[in-house]
């Protein structure tokens, strides 16, 4: 499920227990080892970087190797 912060900005969390640690390389949450659905990840990515771009914060992950 996707939800927002008091900032505004969208969080990730499980479906199942609610929880927001997630492993990034299975995509599985750490509680309860539920998968989060590729389109969910998908309509996570999208909500972040509209928030970023409302924000006008400027992400240059693809940089910080
Ligand atoms: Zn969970």
Redesign the pocket.
Known sequence: MIFHNPRGGPELA?D????RWFDRRTMA?Y????PVPAEEVERFNEEIARFHREKGIVVNEMNKK
């Open positions: 499980c199942e227990c609610g929880c949450c509680e309860c080892g539920a």
